[in-house]
């Protein structure tokens, strides 16, 4: 009933304590009842779920068929949430997960890497101990998500969807092209959160309007 067409990260790369900007647009067969639920999830370990961190969500409707596109903003991860502010538990490669759920039950998820970094080239070789937030970068690597999509109950019979093939997609500057999510094997060493069955609260969320 839904597939998404495209991802673009606006603001990419961006420094660390820089709010993400992405614009996502998707296609609906027909109209829906309900909103649609969308998650930010930063991944802040790759050994615990504990701290994972869910960086905003938002409702989005109505939906009508067709094509539609939103604009998702969602602030930084909080520091003390983070764990460590040691450089050697910032610095490097993580994760970060958009979710979109349709009646309390998760339909899609599509996953990137998120490079941690310092631009001063002596700190690249010797960062220092305690990380210096205001020096730090990412940079997420949108040309490489991992696509993951779980039946819903509008998936009444198999459906041609643009997530088996990236031929389908626009790409437009940070635009991601979504490959079938049984593609590059060596894609995300760290764990994704398990599927959730119910949308997080709309707590510090906010209902979107399509126009």
């Not at 993400?20 to 829906?32: D, M």
């Not at 998936?155 to 490959?179: E, H, I, R, V």
Request: glycine share 6%.
């Amino acid at each position: 009933m839904v597939n998404i067409r495209n991802i673009e990260l606006v603001n990419n790369p961006a420094k660390f304590d820089d709010p993400y900007h992405f614009r996502i647009k998707f296609e609906a067969i027909a109209p829906l009842a309900e909103d649609l639920d969308w998650r930010l999830i930063y991944v802040g370990s790759a050994t615990s779920e504990e701290f994972d961190q869910e960086l905003d969500n938002c409702s989005v409707g109505p939906i009508p068929a067709g094509i539609n596109a939103f604009d998702f903003q969602a602030p930084a991860p909080a520091h003390h949430l983070l764990p460590s502010i040691e450089s050697e538990e910032i610095l490097g490669v993580t994760v970060i997960i958009i979710t979109a759920s349709y009646r309390e039950k998760e339909f899609v998820r599509v996953g990137y890497y998120v490079n941690t970094y310092y631009e001063e080239e002596e700190w690249k070789e010797n960062p220092p101990s305690t990380v210096q937030w205001d020096k730090l970068y990412r940079n997420v690597l949108v040309e490489k998500p991992k696509v993951t999509r779980f039946q819903n109950p509008w998936d009444s019979a198999p459906q041609t969807s643009p997530f088996d093939s990236a031929s389908t997609l626009g790409n437009n500057g940070n635009g991601a092209d979504l490959p079938s999510s049984s593609g590059n094997p060596e894609m995300f060493s760290a764990p994704l959160p398990p599927p959730v069955t119910k949308a997080a609260a709309v707590s510090g969320g906010e209902d979107v309007e399509m126009a």
